[in-house]
Each structure stands twice: as C-alpha cells, then as structure tokens.
C-alpha cells in the first residue's frame, strides 16, 4: 500500500488537512454543503408530496405509506455504503491514497448487486408490501405503482449514494452539494410536468412523480460517477487493475450491515407507526405522512452536523488523534442541540402556514401541525442523537447504533405506541408521545456510550 502526501485531482480541489486546525472551523466547512446535500437527498419526497397532494388524500396516503417504504430502502443502501466510507476517512487520515481507491472500487460491486436485488422485489411485491400494511385499496394502487418505479430504478440512487458517500468520506463536501443541487433543481422542474402533463409531457399522476426521481437521480449519479473517475474531487477513484477484492467487501460488509440495519430499524418502525395509525383512518395517515416529510426537514441540519463529525472523527482516528476525534463529537451534538431548539421555536407558532405548501385541507393541516407539535419535546436531545450515532457510524463502530435502536425503536417505541394508542386516551396522538420517548432514550444511551470511549479502539 503506497503512502502518499497529497491526493489526486483538480488543482481547484481544496487539499485541506481536516485533522488540524479548528474543530468548529472543520465543522463548519464541512457541515454546511452535507446540510445542503442532506436536504436536497431528502427533499425529493417532499416535492412528490407537494404535486401528489393535489391529487386527492388517496394519492396522499399511498405515496405517503409508500415513500417511507422507499425511504426505508435509501437508508439500507446510505448504510451498506458507511463500511466503505469508514474505511476510506481512515485511509485518507493516514495518507494511504492506493487503499482509500480500492476501498471506492469495491463500494461499486455492493451497489450493483443491491439495486438488482430490489429492482427483483418492486417487479413482484410492491402491492403485497402495501397490502400487509391494511391501507385502503385505492391507496394500495396509488402506492403500489409509485413504489415498484422507484425501486426498479433504485440503481440510480445507489449511484448516487456511492459517489457522494466517497466524496464527503475523503473530505470534499463541496462537489457532493453541487451534485445534488443540479439533480434535485431537474427533479423540481420535471415532477409537475409529469404527474400532470403539462406541455408535452405525458399526464402520469403518481407514476409521474416516481419517475421524476429515478431520471434526475439517474442523471446525478452519472456525472458523479464521472467526477470520481475523473478525479474531479480529493480522491481520484481508478478503475485500472481493478478486481474483486473479498476483503475489503468483506470488512466493509461487517461495518455496513450493522448501519444498515440500524437505519432499516427506523424505517421499520415508521412503517410500523403507520400500521397502528391506519385504524384511525385516511385523515389521519394522510396527516401522519405529511408530518413526516416536514420532519425530514427539520432533523437535516442535525444530520448535516453529524455527517460532518463522522468524516473528521474518522480521519482522526486514522491519524492517531483520539482526543480530537472525541472533541468534535461533542461539539456537533451541542451546535445540533442549538439548530433544533431554534426550529422548534418555529414550529410552535407557524406549523399550519407551513403544511399548507402541501395540503388544502384544513382538517390535515390541523393534525398534523398538532403531530409536529408533540415532536418539539424531542427535539431538545435530537442533536445529540444524531451527532452522537453518526459520529460513531463514521469511524466504523455500527453495532452499538444498531442495537441501541433495535432497543429503543422496535422495542420501546412501538410497544408503548401500541398500548397509550389502543388502551388510553390519547389515542393517535399517544403515537407520536411514544416516538417522543424512544428518541429521549437514545439520547441517554448515546451520550453515556460516547463519553465512555470505547468507539476509540474500534478497529475496521
């Protein structure tokens, strides 16, 4: 393995040294284009929810049950990816550019065989998934079609995912942001003329939406593709010699299943979430779903700060700076702790302006801004659970996130959603109290493990 001193690529490219300098400053740099690219990878649901909600509260409900689904998905494919984009911010920390290329190279294979393997279960199970959930049949229909395009095309946003993974990894956050700004710009523009056929573009409804995705994803990835090969970023990602190392799949794997599983975990529950709603009716799904699209928006910044500390907690480590990489945790989980606290401000007096961007109904717009309401309490601690987990997640310690939210979601989430929805009176709103509690509990069980330190001596 060769050790070099700087990095293949654009003279334009900043060669900046992330392991030195100021924390805050490195955060900062850092942070803010993966807020952006954080946002604009999650905005995509949104934008379908904005033209889908004209459709009808079905159209709502399906995309809505579906999208969580899909995002579900996302979150297997952004956790298979945390193995290798472990493996290359330690590579990069320890100057060992050859390793950091094999380490992407590899990262290449595990995308393609995911996509082929969900690309098999959109053809054949997108309305069994939607029918074992109990939604409506016009809603099933309405997802069901949403959900088998999108998971055909998931190859383009593993192509996504992969090349903004290793870009951020090797410390670029800047080329990632600018990828997904070109994409999502094209999304926004080509959704409506799909989903209503406007001009010359054919009238697809919900199908319009899905496939407005999979185009602009498919187009985003593309050109990141070319920018890794190109060595238009850090890290210049060579295919020459390159062959199946079981290896490094392997250690990546070991590191990527656990924060896969960690995220499908949350989007089981979400699903979950769902199943106890549904009895309570469309309105109240339909509510629900909107709810969480603009909860997506409000945990960005948090991840985007988290993204940040998980790059540079990497690269510490592999440059044999411990006391650094722990500072930068903690110092992610306090400015999380600040942004989430400012939002909830927001949210507290202007929830209703904001759900009328996706919905005219007054009766949707009440519950859920009375849903979005009941999350401010968990805001207080959500920077310190999303700073904390992706820190560890970043230098390859996935297991103790994965069982933290096995416990905490699957376990206490659902359990006590399940009984204050069906034996208090709370009813549906005892759902969103229950997800409240969850999240306070990792929050406890994550600074706990961070401040004991044993995430230092993980090995990947």
Known sequence: MGRVGTFSGSTTVAKRDWTQGSIVGNLWSLSWPSLITSTLNVIGPAVDMIWVGRLGSASIAGVGVAGITVTAVNSLVMGLFTGTAALVARCIGAK?????????????????????????????LAESILTALGVEGNVVAQGAAYMRIQFIGMVTMSAVTVAQSIMQASGDAMTPMKMSVTYRLMHIGLCPLLVFGWFVFPQMGVNGAALSNVITQGLGGSFGLWVLLSGRTRIRVSLKDFRLDGNIILRAVKVGIPASLTNMQRSLADLLLVRLVIPFGTLAVASHSLMQRLD????????????????????????SQPKRAVRTGWTAAGLATVISLF?????????????????????????????????????????????????????????????????????????????????TSLGMYGIRWAVVSGIVARGVIYTAYYHHGRWLSKKV
């Open 96 to 124: 060992d550019e050859s390793s950091a290329n094999r380490a992407a190279q590899q990262a290449f294979v595990i995308g393609l065989a995911f996509s082929a393997i969900m690309a098999v279960i959109g053809i054949f």
């Open 296 to 319: 997506m928006f409000i945990q960005t910044p948090a991840a985007g700060l988290g993204t940040a500390a998980g790059i540079l907690a990497g690269q510490n480590l592999g440059a």
């Open 343 to 423: 939002f909830s401000i927001i949210i507290w007096f202007w929830a209703e302006p904001m759900f009328r961007i996706f919905s005219a109904d007054k009766n949707v717009i009440s519950l859920a801004s009375a849903f979005l309401r009941i999350n401010i309490v968990s805001y207080a601690v959500w920077g310190v659970v999303v700073a904390l987990s992706m820190c560890l997640n970043g230098v390859g310690d996935t297991m103790i996130p994965m069982v933290t939210n096995l416990t905490t979601m699957l376990g206490l989430q659902i359990g006590l959603a399940y009984v204050l929805s069906r034996y």
